[in-house]
């Protein structure tokens, strides 16, 4: 793992993000204390959400005995997009 002081990566951002990408770990230092590090992400296989998953999802939501939202994420979204006032 190699250390970089928050300067120093600054100025070797792009290098600190190519190093990332070939899977070394970075740490970026403050003060001489680590404070953030920067790993690849690789090439990560997520799946798609499938029907059942979306099920199984809503069963454990409704389990916790939650009270449902007045308003559904996409039309919330679209009101804050169009400039609507609630």
């Known amino acids: 793992m ?3 002081s928050v300067a120093e990566a600054k ?5 600190l993000i190519a190093a990332a990408e070939r ?5 970026i230092t403050r003060h ?3 404070v953030v590090e920067i790993r690849g992400i690789g090439g990560r296989d997520i799946a798609p959400m499938t029907a059942e998953d979306f099920d199984a999802l809503q069963a454990e939501v409704a389990a916790l005995g939650l009270p449902r939202p ?4 996409l039309s ?3 009101r ?3 400039g609507d006032e609630a």
């Open 11 to 15: 100025n070797k951002l792009t290098q």
């Open 32 to 34: 001489g204390r680590p």
């Open 80 to 82: 804050m997009r169009d």
């Open 76 to 78: 919330v979204l679209r």
């Open 23 to 27: 899977g070394e770990a970075v740490t």
């Open 70 to 73: 007045a308003e559904d994420t």
């Open 2 to 4: 190699t250390a970089y």
